[in-house]
């Protein structure tokens, strides 16, 4: 079982890590392009291009926070009905009595209120956990100076691990059915 869930959480990770950055890098090229535009394309010269790289990452940084939420929500709905390692997750009716197959995203809100909270949870609880070492192992003064939108995404990546094995066991719309 537990490499289920390795494997179920690996492609999960896989997804949202893709689906984020390459809608985090469409949404900060469109607002450069529409700003280089806006300032009548001047020509490409290195302070002009340093300029355009600054803008970029700082948009980035913005726009992978939200890209982040969308590829979440994208990403539940690929972790159903897929074998692997000999079990798969089925996503049942509200009267939990019928599978939901195929699986569509209007079916999914209610499982991904649940699922979210808990990887808000495990990831706070990481938070704490990461807070405590930081302070007391390597002596950080600053309690959250390290924390930055890169680490918050590795805990949120780890946090997802065990919210996937909570949710399985707390939502009672989901079950692990041998295939």
């Excluded at 999914?108 to 699922?115: D, G, Q, T």
Aim: hydrophobic content about 55%.
């Amino acid at each position: 079982m537990r490499s289920f869930y390795f494997r179920l959480w690996s492609r999960w990770a896989m997804r949202v890590t893709l689906e984020s950055l390459a809608f985090a890098i469409a949404i900060s090229g469109m607002i450069l392009l529409f700003i280089y535009l806006k300032k009548g394309m001047p020509p490409l010269e290195k302070d002009i291009l340093d300029a355009l790289v600054k803008i970029f990452w700082f948009w980035f940084s913005l726009s992978w926070s939200m890209a982040l939420l969308l590829s979440l929500f994208r990403s539940l709905k690929y972790l159903f009905d897929h074998c692997m390692e000999g079990y798969k997750l089925q996503l049942l009716t509200c009267d939990k009595q019928e599978e939901i197959s195929p699986v569509g995203y209007g079916d999914l809100v209610r499982v991904w209120r649940r699922w979210l909270m808990l990887l808000i949870w495990s990831s706070a609880v990481l938070i704490l956990f990461s807070t405590l070492v930081m302070r007391f192992v390597f002596g950080f003064e600053e309690l959250f100076s390290w924390l930055n939108i890169y680490v918050l995404y590795g805990i949120i990546l780890i946090g997802g691990y065990a919210s996937l094995i909570l949710l399985t066991a707390r939502c009672k719309k989901i079950r692990i059915v041998q295939c």
